[in-house]
C-alpha cells in the first residue's frame, strides 16, 4: 500500500475524534447548566405569605426581593389568520388576562410546512398586541408544527415570577 494511502485512513480518524470531542464537550456545556439552574431555589417558594395584623386588617403584601425568574408552568393561547391588524388585535384579546406581567420567554409554533416563517411574523408583532408584556427584552423563537393548520400559530409564553422590568 502507499505511504498517501496510509495517511488518508489516519486523517479521516483524526477528523472523527475532533468532532466526537466536540460533541462531548457540547454536552457537557449542557449538563453542566442544567446543573447550575437546578441549584437555584425557588424564588415561588420563598414568598411570605399575607398575615393579619392585630386589628384584624389584611397586611400589605411584601414586594418580592432577589433576582427573578421564570415560570415553570407556560400560559398559552392561539392566533389564526393572515392580516396584520387581525393579528394583532388577537394577541391582544389573548393575554388580557395576563396583563400586568412581563413575558420572558415565547415559544411560537406556526402550522403548516411554512411554520416558521409564520411563527417569525406573529412573534414580531407580539410588542404591538400587548407592548407592556412583550417588551424588547422578550426572548422570541420560531417552530414549525406540521400537525397544526397553515396560518394557525400556537404562542407559549414563559412569564417572569416578580414584576418589573
Known amino acids: 500500500m502507499s505511504p498517501s494511502r496510509r495517511r488518508g485512513r489516519g486523517t479521516g480518524s483524526r477528523v472523527a475524534g475532533v468532532v466526537l470531542a466536540g460533541w462531548l464537550f457540547a ?5 453542566l447548566a442544567l446543573v447550575s439552574m437546578a441549584d437555584r431555589p425557588d424564588p415561588l417558594a420563598a414568598r411570605p405569605k399575607p ?3 392585630a386589628d384584624g386588617t389584611k397586611s400589605p403584601k411584601p414586594k418580592p ?3 427573578r425568574s421564570v415560570e415553570r408552568k407556560p400560559e398559552e393561547f392561539e392566533v389564526k389568520g393572515t392580516d396584520k391588524d387581525a393579528l394583532v388585535a ?3 384579546r389573548s393575554t388580557k388576562k395576563w396583563q400586568g ?3 420572558a420567554l415565547v415559544l411560537t409554533f406556526g402550522g403548516g410546512q411554512s411554520g416558521t416563517t409564520y411563527a417569525h411574523r406573529v ?3 407580539l410588542g404591538k ?3 407592556e408584556m412583550f417588551t424588547r427584552k422578550t426572548a422570541t423563537d420560531d417552530f414549525h ?3 397544526n393548520n397553515p396560518s394557525t400559530a400556537v404562542v407559549r409564553v414563559y412569564f417572569f415570577t416578580a414584576p418589573g422590568g
Open 129 to 131: 398586541g400587548r407592548p
Open 51 to 53: 398575615s393579619n395584623s
Open 90 to 92: 388577537q394577541i391582544g
Open 101 to 103: 406581567r412581563t413575558a
Open 145 to 147: 408544527d406540521l400537525g
Open 123 to 125: 412573534n414580531s408583532l
Open 65 to 67: 426581593t432577589g433576582p
Open 27 to 31: 454536552d457537557l456545556l449542557l449538563v
